[in-house]
């Protein structure tokens, strides 16, 4: 069974700085990242990272934001500095094989003074 839990979410103060992590129970993805959802609206693409290194971060958290993948332990993080209220979300871990779209559960990063 393909399970992907995620971990690291939280409440941070604007300016702040937290770490995502994301365990993957198996190690077929040809692609993992972190997508994001705010209640009303549609998930979207925060940061992807492929198998062989290659990354993709959206204009919003580029700079700011560092997704990194450790393939032996089958893991991806995502380091969040600079935060703002705006990236207060639902963070959704992702992996992508071929034909299918794994996700874990989700966690809640706040944003907030």
């Known amino acids: 069974q393909v399970q992907l839990v995620e971990s690291g979410g939280g409440l941070v103060q604007p300016g702040g700085s937290l770490r995502l992590s994301c365990a993957a129970s198996v190690s077929i993805f040809i692609a993992m990242g972190w997508y994001r959802q705010t209640p009303g609206k549609q998930r979207e693409l925060v940061a992807t990272i492929t198998s062989g290194g290659s990354t993709n971060y959206a204009g919003s958290v580029q700079g700011r934001f560092t997704i990194s993948r450790d393939s032996a332990k089958n893991t991806v993080d995502l380091q969040m500095n600079g935060l703002k209220p705006e990236d207060t979300a639902v963070y959704y871990c992702?992996?992508?094989?071929?034909?299918?779209?794994?996700w874990g559960q989700g966690t809640q990063v706040t944003v907030s003074s």
């Open positions: 992702n992996g992508r094989t071929g034909l299918i779209n794994y």
